[in-house]
Nanobody, 123 residues
């Protein structure tokens, strides 16, 4: 069984940065790791994903150029570096994992989910 635990969320001013971490336990070797977010009253939306090897990444247009996804397979941890944050980035951010292509943007494609971490960007 895979368990995912996110950390690193918080309150930041617009233009600031945060780095989210997702620590995985269990068998995640070769699994794509993804980040999603959900704002109040909105659907959960894809943010970024990285292949099992870490060589391929994929981003939502809304975060391209500002967010960077990475992973350290030796530590079984994925990261999301978020720069130039905007108030519209405010949401609960979820880590997800699954044996899916790194271009998978549908939440239903991922098998395992973390509990989420709140990111709030003030204007």
């Amino acid at each position: 069984q895979v368990q995912l635990v996110e950390s690193g969320g918080g309150l930041v001013q617009a233009g600031g940065s945060l780095r989210l971490s997702c620590a995985a336990s269990g068998r995640t070797a070769g699994y794509t790791m993804g980040w999603f977010r959900q704002a109040p009253g909105r659907e959960r939306e894809f943010v970024a994903a990285i292949s099992g090897s870490g060589t391929r990444t994929y981003y939502a247009d809304s975060v391209k150029g500002r967010f960077t996804i990475s992973r350290d397979n030796a530590r079984n941890t994925a990261y999301l570096q978020m720069n130039s944050l905007r108030p519209e980035d405010t949401a609960v951010y979820y880590c997800a994992s699954g044996m899916v292509p790194s271009t998978t943007t549908q939440a239903s494609g991922y098998n395992y989910w973390g509990q989420g971490t709140q990111v709030t960007v003030s204007s």
